[in-house]
């Protein structure tokens, strides 16, 4: 299933595959992109040219899987900011 909209969005449909309370089936190869400034959680399976930002739901998921267990934690604009500095490197 397809996630879109804002980092936290993401990062609470990522959480919920992670931790397997997600209702419905996790897309096939997950990516984890950006468009713009929407981001998206969605099949990795066709390329998006469009997109600013790319990276595998696992690498995702290892990134910020101590943070998951955590279920008041809400990344903030700094934390996504962040996030994509080190993941870019």
């Known amino acids: ?3 879109q909209g804002t980092f936290s969005d993401v990062y ?3 959480r919920d595959y992670y931790l ?3 209702e419905d089936g996790k897309p096939m190869d997950a990516v984890v992109r950006r468009v713009g400034d929407v981001w998206m959680l969605e099949s990795g399976i066709h390329p998006e040219p ?4 790319e990276l595998s739901l696992d690498h995702f998921d ?4 101590e943070s998951y267990r955590d279920d008041g934690y809400i990344p903030t604009p ?3 900011t962040e996030f994509m500095e080190l993941a870019r490197v």
């Open 78 to 80: 700094r934390d996504a």
């Open 1 to 3: 299933m397809r996630t």
């Open 62 to 65: 290892m990134y910020w899987s």
């Open 50 to 53: 469009e997109a600013n930002f």
């Open 20 to 22: 397997a309370v997600a």
């Open 12 to 14: 609470e449909a990522a």
